[in-house]
T-cell receptor
Framework: DAKTTQPTSMDCAEGRAANLPCNHS???????VYWYRQIHSQGPQYIIH???NNETNEMASLIITEDRKSSTLILPHATLRDTAVYYC??????????FGQGTELSVKP | GAGVSQSPSNKVTEKGKDVELRCDPISGHTALYWYRQSLGQGLEFLIYFQGNSAPDKSGLPSDRFSAERTGGSVSTLTIQRTQQEDSAVYLC?????????????FGNGTRLTVT
């Protein structure tokens, strides 16, 4: 089962891009990388996922390196409401998610 | 459309009582997951259903915890003889296929307080 490593915390200025890194060096060929976030006292929110190509949706972009050993979640114009804990996860069998500590992102005015 | 719905949103119970927590997944989602999150802690996986079967119960902390799912839809998590350490937010999630390419969608949880 692929493990992920993320920085414990990051700061970002409001209106700037937030770039959140994740290492998943043991990921295998058919495993996806997922990003979720949890805003205080709410359930986790799905953001984006990808296999090998870069992905973009209305919330964020996901950049996956060619060797698939790391990825970066990009929030293009961070707002105060993006302050949350961000989780990078490679699902287990049955799509099961094992949550680590994640990255606590603080967006500051 | 409607998301994952959990009820009650809050539950206070006395130590030793049984409680039932309910989850209504997104319509058409075949996979359903239960997690819990104690105060200031991370999310802990409890159990996973594919249809009405539970192929992975590895996270249930003790035999006081059980869950069932009927009709491939609603699920109930039951905690018998509650203890104070059971106090937590219990979260339910569902996904379309329960495979690597199906995102999980979470409800807002049931906050359980055991006094």
């Amino acid at each position: 089962d692929a493990k992920t490593t993320q920085p414990t915390s990051m700061d970002c200025a409001e209106g700037r891009a937030a770039n959140l890194p994740c290492n998943h060096s043991t990921i295998s060929g058919n495993e996806y990388v997922y990003w979720y976030r949890q805003i205080h006292s709410q359930g986790p929110q799905y953001i984006i996922h990808g296999l090998k190509n870069n992905e973009t949706n209305e919330m964020a972009s996901l950049i996956i390196t060619e060797d698939r050993k790391s990825s970066t979640l990009i929030l293009p114009h961070a707002t105060l409401r993006d302050t949350a804990v961000y989780y990078c996860i490679v699902p287990r069998g049955g799509g099961k998610l094992i949550f680590g500590q994640g990255t606590e992102l603080s967006v500051k005015p | 459309g409607a998301g994952v719905s959990q009820s009650p949103s809050n539950k206070v119970t006395e130590k030793g009582k049984d409680v039932e927590l309910r989850c209504d997944p997104i319509s058409g989602h075949t996979a359903l997951y239960w997690y819990r999150q104690s105060l200031g802690q991370g999310l802990e996986f409890l159990i996973y259903f594919q249809g009405n079967s539970a192929p992975d119960k590895s996270g249930l902390p003790s035999d006081r915890f059980s869950a069932e799912r009927t009709g491939g839809s609603v699920s109930t998590l039951t905690i018998q003889r509650t203890q104070q350490e059971d106090s937590a937010v219990y979260l339910c999630a569902s996904s379309l296929g329960g495979d690597y390419n199906s995102p999980l969608h979470f409800g807002n949880g049931t906050r359980l307080t055991v006094t």
